[in-house]
Structures are given as C-alpha cells and as structure tokens.
C-alpha cells in the first residue's frame, strides 16, 4: 500500500523554499525526524569521519513499500501532508517531502526498508540523484539508510566542511536534542565504532536527562511546569496559550551563549529568539546581561497555533500570538525560579495589577517588604524619607533556608564534575574519540568554535580555577555577623564573618539596596521626586523618541517628571529621590534605548526592574569612593535585608569570601 504522494505544485509552492543540506548534521536531523515520524522506538546512529565518510540511520518504524522506497526521493514527494490545508496544522516533524531527495542529490544513498506486511524487505541505491538499484533485500520492519560520500560530486560543499570534530559535535548536539524529545524513544550513536551516546527508552524527560547528562547535572536544575503553577501567583490571567514544561537553571549556572539552551515546541527543536528573550526575561534582576541559563524548555501550543513552515530546516517557527506564548515562558520560569527560592514568589505578580487589584499599598500585600520611617541614613546621598526593609526578619530567613534546602550545591560544579554519572541499566554516556563529550556539548562549547579551539579544548583548566580559593557567597551562608575592618581600593569592603574573609564590592551592594527601595516605593506607589530648580533639557535620539511615549508612564511611575517639548526635547522637571540630579540623563538614555518593541507591550515588570536596575546603579556610591567605618556597617546592614544579598540587580556576585579553611591551606597549617 502506497501512503506517499508528489505534492502538486499549488502545494508544493507553498512551502518555504531553500537548500536543508548543509552539514552531515542536517542530514541526520532530516533522517532521525522520519525515523521519528515512522514511529520508531529505538534508532541507532553510525558515524564515521564526522559523518563524511558514513552517516547510517537504522529504525524500528512502520517502513515503506517497494512503491514508496523508489518515491520516497522524488521531490515533494511525503506522505505527511496532502492537501494546502494540511499546512495550517502540521503534526509531524517532516511535512516537506524534500529531504531524500536533496539528500540523494550529493552523496551514496542505500535504503533498505520493510513494512510489516511486506514479505521482503526493498533495497533501493541512489547515487547523485541516479537511481542505480532497486531490489530485494534482507531486514527487519523499519528502515536503513546509509548516506555515503556526502558532497562527493559538490566540491565546492564538501569545502565547507569543518573539521570532523566540530562534525561530531554538531551531530552529537543534534542527537542530544531528539533524545532529549523524545524520551520515550532508545537512541544509540555510535562515532567511528565507538558509542557516544546510548540512552533506553525513559519514562520521563527527568528520567532522560539525567541518562544523557548525570545526576549531578540534574541536581542543579530546577523544574519548569505551568500546567502545576498557582494561577493566582501569576500575572497571567487569561487561559495559557502555552503549556510550559522542563527544566532552567539556578543562576550560579552561567553561560555566556544560548547553547546551552534547549528549546522545543510543540516537540520540535527550534531556535528561536522570542522563547530565548523570554527566558531571559523570566531572569531579570537575577542574571546580568550577556549571560545566559541553561534550560530544556518544551512548549506545547495547539498546532494551529503555531507556523512551522517559515524556513526549509523547519527550525524556526512562527507563532500566532506571540506575546502571549512569550508572556507564558517568561512567566512559567519566573514561577520555577521563585519555588525554588531564587525571585520572590511575589515578584510574579504584576505589581501594578497588585497595586489596582488591592487599591492600596501593594507593599502590604509582600510580606517581604514594609516601609518603615529610617534610621538616621549616613549614605544617602539625599534624604529619602523612606527605607525598604524586610517587615518580619524570619521572612528573609525563610527565603534563605529555602534555597539551602534547594537543589543546588554550594559550589558551583567545576566542568569536569558535570555530567559524568550515569545509571547503571543499559545507560552510558561513553568518550568519544573525538573528545565530545557531553559536558562540550552542555557547556563550554561555546569555547571551542573553531576547529583549533575544538582539538585545544579538553586542555583548558575547568572555567572556575580562578574562583579556586575566592568564591562567590551562597546567600545561604550568609550570617548577620559580618564585621567591616576597612577598604580595599577604595572599592571593596573588607570584612569578616564567622567563615572566613570577606570583599564586598561596595557599588553593587548599594545597587542591590537600591533596587530593592525603588522598586518597593513604585509598586506600592510611594516613588518620591526632587524637583530642579531649573527643569533641565534632554534631547532624544530619533530611536529614543520613538520608545519615549510607551515608557515615559513608567519612568514617572519612578518619580521622573517629564514633559515632552517641540520635536524630540524632553523637559525634566523631577528626578526619582536619591539620584544625583547629573545622572538623570544617564538614566533615561539607559532605559530609553534598552527598550525595544516585544518589551514594550510584552513585559511591564521587566521594564520595570530596568527601570529600577538603571537608577540603582546611577544612585549607588561608586567605587574609588572613601567610606567612614560607620558608612560600610551601614551598608552591609542593609544588603543583609534586601531580597538578594549575594546579587546585585544585574546579577553580579556582591560578596566573595575567602574560607579560613583556605587561608589555613594556604600556610599549609592544614
Ligand atoms: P518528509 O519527511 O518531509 O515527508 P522526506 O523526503 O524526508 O520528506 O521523506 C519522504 C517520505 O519518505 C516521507 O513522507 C515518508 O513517507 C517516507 N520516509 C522517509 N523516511 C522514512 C522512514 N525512516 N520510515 C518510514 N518512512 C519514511
Ligand atoms: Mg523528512
């Protein structure tokens, strides 16, 4: 029985067009996604010579005929969609019908194929696009396809083509990604005869990272799901467009590009940059700029909602509503940092939905913040009227205790500690020849673009060496028995608690005080201005202009006063309290040009933590700055009742320590 036809051209021309086979992992992607598509519970993949010399994809799938084998590499030939309305809501992964064939037309190709009823199996050879034989063959139900030589007679290609090692890394990497896709499903890949990766059918997507990436890996993750999220805890009112489930990571996890993130929708690995954005921004104020979580994040949409037929690898895809699937990752990991103790829980909410919902101080509705009339303040650099700090002390406590018994380990693991461990039953994750091993592909590939870099890479010591002796505080071990003894630089805090000893970098801690005041008094209303004596001018760059009007509202929200003049002048009338008057201008360049369009309808709160984030660090003392002993006890005491001691708002460590226990080492007392 035939199931595959050639789409007629209406379709076929509404597909979008272009060239999928780049690389041998391009080949492999086309290949596994119909070993996925035929239903296959297990695929074996053989490489050899980074998938130059061979690239062989065998699966237990639903095969083919003899009839389909021979079309099977026709263009537009598929059996996964029939009609132009088939387009509106693709469930497979393929829906092209262009990948046998494109990739018949520069390499060797043998499929061997056999459906159930079929009383033998059909051996089909295809060379550069020459059909060279079809007959009989011996093989299970499923399919075999080797793809040989690839480029053979495109030398202009096979040029392109990088070192077998960075081949290997990228077919290990896409490997990773169906398995990670598919837990259901055993994938073995073998590299120039030795096992790079072998994962058993899992039962979960927990079960299958921790087959592909180790425990301990899995222990410094922590989990995603809205399904299971409180609605009341989010902003998020309607009903959620998206379901959102996986894996993110606590933010002593850092990476410096998105490689570590793996994104799925609908079960399909995408790359995409609105689900990136959005992850990013369910990080605001906990990770800096730049620096990237890792995440296995799966998002389940209803198919029509979701296009995926924008770019011929199918690894981009468009969404109907957009914001709102964005609204629902950034939420949804908001709500996994939060539980594990990482953002305050109440920081989900809309705090301005807060503020109209109670009508009130929205601050009383936060049991982690009350405003309280100040001590005599002896670093303001102007009054302020008002100080944030935690009502109850024990709610901080809590806080802290809740990451202490959260997932992470209070170091952050080295790279050679990562994702070694494996469990025992028909589970590895074996060394490839090449050197690929897992944790390249986890981590610090990024490293390693280039094919030097590659071969360079398991030389290069572990990325945290220099933090060997001075590390970065867990807010855990964190006591209120800190004792200032004076200044380094001018810059850093130097002091003592009951561990060891202790550089505070004195700017990023009054940022982290800062931020936290600024943006209790705006949620709950209470933002306090300074008038100048002379309101003073500030011209707008043509792209500034354009985002002042959907921020301005913001900006006062802070205690801006603002009026907009002839063209693109803005008159400043009132400045937010405790901001030297000179770096207002500063501050509204920052947020003015940090604003860009997803973020101005999208995401309130995060414009609004950049708000805060830009005015804490244009008010914080500066380093290079002399502080009296009185000023430091003042400062430390205040970072110690903010939502995040260790971190400043733009993620940076605040306090590192040096351990007793390592300064004993060092004297070899010990
Ligand atoms: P597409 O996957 O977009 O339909 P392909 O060129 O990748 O196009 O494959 C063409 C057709 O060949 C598929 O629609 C499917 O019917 C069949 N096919 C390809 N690979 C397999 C496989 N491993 N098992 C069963 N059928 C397959
Ligand atoms: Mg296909």
């Known amino acids: 029985m035939s199931k595959i036809r050639v789409l007629p051209d209406h379709i076929s021309n509404l597909i979008a067009a272009g060239e999928v086979v780049e690389r041998p992992a391009s080949v492999a992607k086309e290949l596994v996604e119909n070993a996925v598509d035929a239903g296959a519970t297990r695929i074996v993949i053989d490489v050899e010579s980074g998938g130059r010399r061979l690239l062989k994809i065998t699966d237990d799938g639903e095969g083919m005929s003899r009839d389909d084998g021979v079309l099977a590499f026709e263009r537009h030939a598929t059996s996964k969609i029939s009609k132009a309305e088939d387009l509106n809501a693709i469930g497979t992964l393929g829906f092209r019908g262009e990948a046998l064939a494109s990739i018949a037309s520069v390499a060797r190709v043998e499929l061997v194929t056999r459906t159930d009823d079929a009383s033998a199996a059909t051996r089909v050879v295809i060379e550069g696009g020459r059909m060279r034989d079809v007959k009989d063959a011996p093989h299970p139900r499923g399919t075999t396809i080797a793809v040989r030589d690839l480029f053979f007679n495109t030398p202009a290609r096979r040029k392109f083509l990088r070192s077998e090692a960075t081949e290997s890394y990228h077919l290990t990497n896409l490997v990773t990604h169906y398995a990670l896709a598919h837990p259901e499903i055993a994938f073995t890949l073998t590299n120039n005869g030795r096992e790079t990766l072998r994962v058993a059918p899992a039962k979960d997507l927990r079960e299958r990272a921790y087959q592909i990436f180790g425990a301990q890996f899995l222990d410094s993750l922590l989990e995603v799901n809205n399904a299971i999220s409180e609605p009341t805890e989010t902003s998020f009112s309607l009903p959620q467009i998206a379901k959102v489930r996986g894996f993110v990571s606590a933010p002593r996890e850092r990476r410096t590009s998105r490689d570590a993130q793996y994104l799925f929708v609908n079960g399909r690995f995408v790359r995409d940059r609105l689900i990136g954005r959005a992850l990013s921004e369910g990080y605001r104020s906990i990770l800096p700029h730049g620096v990237y979580p890792i995440a296995l994040l799966f998002i389940d949409v209803p198919l029509e909602e979701v296009d995926v037929n924008v770019h011929p690898a199918k690894t981009e895809v468009r969404f109907r509503r957009a914001a709102a699937v964005a609204d629902a990752v950034r939420e949804a990991v908001r709500a996994g940092l939060a539980s594990a103790g990482y953002a305050p829980a109440a920081d989900i909410r809309d705090r301005r939905a807060v503020a109209d919902e109670v009508g009130a101080d929205a601050a009383a509705a936060d049991p982690k913040v009350a405003l309280v009339q100040p001590p005599e303040s002896p670093i303001e650099t102007r009054p302020t009227g008002f100080e944030l700090r935690p009502a109850p002390q024990q709610e901080r406590i809590a806080f802290a205790t809740a990451r202490a018994e959260g997932p992470m380990a209070p170091d952050r693991p080295s790279i050679d500690s990562l994702p070694q461990t494996v469990s025992p039953e028909a589970v590895s994750v074996a060394s490839a020849p090449s050197q690929i091993q897992s944790e390249e592909i986890f981590s610090a590939i990024e490293l390693s673009r280039t094919e030097s870099d590659v071969k360079a890479f398991p030389d290069l010591p572990p990325l945290d060496s220099a933090l060997k002796f001075v590390r970065e505080v867990a807010v855990e071990s964190l006591s209120a028995n800190i004792r200032p003894l004076g200044q380094l630089d001018e810059s850093f805090i130097i002091a003592t608690d009951d561990e060891g000893l202790l550089l505070i970098d004195q700017h990023v801690a009054h940022e982290r ?92 709160a995060t414009l609004r933590d950049e708000i805060a984030a830009s005015l804490a660090c244009h008010a914080a003392i500066k380093v290079n700055m ?30 590192l320590r040096l351990a007793t226990q390592d300064i004993l080492k060092g004297f070899h007392r010990i």
């Open 513 to 604: 005080v800062l931020f936290d005041k600024y943006r209790a008094l705006e949620a709950s209303r209470k933002s306090e201005s300074q008038q100048m004596l002379i309101p003073e001018t500030f011209d707008l760059t043509p792209a500034q202009a354009a985002a002042f009007d959907a921020v301005a509202e913001e900006l006062e929200a802070y205690g801006f006063e603002l009026m907009r003049l002839s063209g693109r002048t803005v008159a400043i009338k009132s400045t937010p309290a405790d901001l030297p008057a000179s770096e207002a201008r500063n501050v509204l360049s920052e947020v003015l040009d940090t604003v860009d369009n997803e973020k101005r309808g999208a995401a309130r």
């Open 626 to 655: 002399p502080l009296a002993p009185e000023k430091m006890r003042w400062l430390i005491d205040r970072l110690l009742l903010t939502s995040s001691p260790t971190t400043c708002p733009h993620g940076r460590p605040v306090i």
